[in-house]
T-cell receptor
Framework: GENVEQHPSTLSVQEGDSAVIKCTYSDSASNYFPWYKQELGKRPQLIIDIRSNVGEKKDQRIAVTLNKTAKHFSLHITETQPEDSAVYFCAASRPTGGGNKLTFGTGTQLKVEL | SQTIHQWPATLVQPVGSPLSLECTVEGTSNPNLYWYRQAAGRGLQLLFYSVGIGQISSEVPQNLSASRPQDRQFILSSKKLLLSDSGFYLC?????????????FGDGTRLSIL
């Protein structure tokens, strides 16, 4: 099955700096890579996703890059703000019989310090 | 718009007692449905997914079971809870038949076993 590794497990940055979170996956058939943000006690919320036919996607301060050959993808947050503090999860998925099963990374606790 | 409801929000149960968590989706038909568990400070583990009424796929052997009695209803059950069943249980839905599609999470049920 799919295995997703995520690094770092914790990340502290100063407000205004950039943050980068990296993930690797094992299944070369995976073709969908979402990123979720989870605030304490809340549900995960999708912040950006990328499909395997695209190498990069950007949405305001958030961008995701995908390297299919190396089987890794990264989340980039620029001009970080205190409200960006949360746990971020990457995931990988491939279509299976009408559904798609996400395999999640172990999460990165991002802390943006004033 | 689509919404997903989970209840109860929190639950405290003694070891050996039964469990029933319910999830319903509104505003969409024929969704794929998923149950995840998140242990404290950990990532999300897929427990079950369903692509249709009565169709359940189990990902992890355990003392939990899932049922889908109606198109937009997904139930997680146990006959006898273990201490290790404590965690944050999340239901999610996605569009069926769209290859890989975004999964949207409910607000979750925080289950504590005493």
């Amino acid at each position: 099955g799919e295995n997703v590794e995520q690094h770092p497990s914790t990340l502290s940055v100063q407000e205004g700096d950039s943050a980068v979170i990296k993930c690797t996956y094992s299944d070369s058939a995976s073709n969908y890579f979402p990123w979720y943000k989870q605030e304490l006690g809340k549900r995960p919320q999708l912040i950006i996703d990328i499909r395997s036919n695209v190498g990069e996607k950007k949405d305001q301060r958030i961008a995701v890059t995908l390297n299919k050959t190396a089987k890794h993808f990264s989340l980039h947050i620029t001009e970080t703000q205190p409200e960006d503090s949360a746990v971020y999860f990457c995931a990988a998925s491939r279509p299976t019989g009408g559904g798609n099963k996400l395999t999640f990374g172990t999460g990165t606790q991002l802390k943006v310090e004033l | 718009s689509q919404t997903i409801h989970q209840w109860p929000a929190t639950l405290v149960q003694p070891v050996g007692s039964p469990l029933s968590l319910e999830c319903t989706v509104e505003g969409t038909s024929n969704p794929n449905l998923y149950w995840y568990r998140q242990a404290a400070g950990r990532g999300l583990q897929l427990l079950f997914y369903s692509v249709g009424i009565g169709q359940i796929s189990s990902e992890v052997p355990q003392n939990l079971s899932a049922s889908r009695p109606q198109d937009r209803q997904f139930i997680l059950s146990s006959k006898k809870l273990l201490l290790s069943d404590s965690g944050f249980y999340l239901c999610a839905w996605s569009v069926r038949g769209a290859g890989t599609s975004t999964q949207h999470f409910g607000d979750g049920t925080r289950l504590s076993i005493l």
